[in-house]
T-cell receptor
Framework: EDQVTQSPEALRLQEGESSSLNCSYT??????LFWYRQDPGKGPEFLFT???AGEEKEKERLKATLTKKESFLHITAPKPEDSATYLC?????????????FGEGTQLTVNP | KAGVTQTPRYLIKTRGQQVTLSCSPISGHRSVSWYQQTPGQGLQFLFE???????NKGNFPGRFSGRQFSNSRSEMNVSTLELGDSALYLCASAERASTDTQYFGPGTRLTVL
């Protein structure tokens, strides 16, 4: 059974204080790892897709990296508007179609 | 392009009733998946439809069902509602299946009293 674990559960940062969120996974045949951001009461907003170990993607203050066991979401000089829950999800196996298995998320709060 | 839309946004039902939720995918997207989100269980996969066929089903009881129409719009139905069915129900669409990125709608907040 695919498992995705995110840490920490919650993270408080001061504006400008860089940090990283972790997503470790145990799957059979990773096909893709996805990062989403979710604001309260809204649907998840797509951030990145990573397909193979060593891959990196960047968008504004965010950078996602992937190894064979985990992914990191690096947040550089965060702003209060980066406050949200960040979700990691995997697609794995040959017969699972589009099915995503999600981690529990990291709730990020950035204080001004 | 317009995003994924879901209706209604909020629903209040009582135990034993049934409910139908609707999802309109992004134009051109043929894959629609449904997820349930609760504080205790997080986001859990319900089922996926592609070209009007159910491709995958999660570990939910048979009270949960869905369908997809020829225009890719999808509905999910929950019969004999239980208190534990209270959740945010999210629909996601993708161009095809496989590893295409899924884009989520705003969700339908279902409260069962």
């Amino acid at each position: 059974e695919d498992q995705v674990t995110q840490s920490p559960e919650a993270l408080r940062l001061q504006e400008g204080e860089s940090s990283s969120l972790n997503c470790s996974y145990t799957v059979s045949g990773l096909r893709g790892l996805f990062w989403y951001r979710q604001d309260p009461g809204k649907g998840p907003e797509f951030l990145f897709t990573l397909y193979s170990a060593g891959e990196e993607k960047e968008k504004e203050r965010l950078k996602a990296t992937l190894t064979k066991k985990e992914s990191f979401l690096h947040i550089t000089a965060p702003k209060p508007e980066d406050s949200a829950t960040y979700l990691c999800a995997v697609q794995a196996g040959e017969t699972s179609g589009s099915r995503l298995t999600f981690g529990e998320g990291t709730q990020l709060t950035v204080n001004p | 392009k317009a995003g994924v839309t879901q209706t209604p946004r909020y629903l209040i039902k009582t135990r034993g009733q049934q409910v139908t939720l609707s999802c309109s995918p992004i134009s051109g997207h043929r894959s629609v998946s449904w997820y349930q989100q609760t504080p205790g269980q997080g986001l859990q996969f319900l089922f996926e439809y592609f070209s009007e066929t159910q491709r995958n089903k999660g570990n939910f009881p048979g009270r949960f069902s869905g369908r997809q129409f020829s225009n890719s719009r999808s509905e999910m139905n929950v019969s004999t509602l239980e208190l534990g069915d209270s959740a945010l129900y999210l629909c996601a669409s993708a161009e095809r299946a496989s590893t295409d990125t899924q884009y989520f709608g705003p969700g339908t907040r279902l409260t069962v009293l």
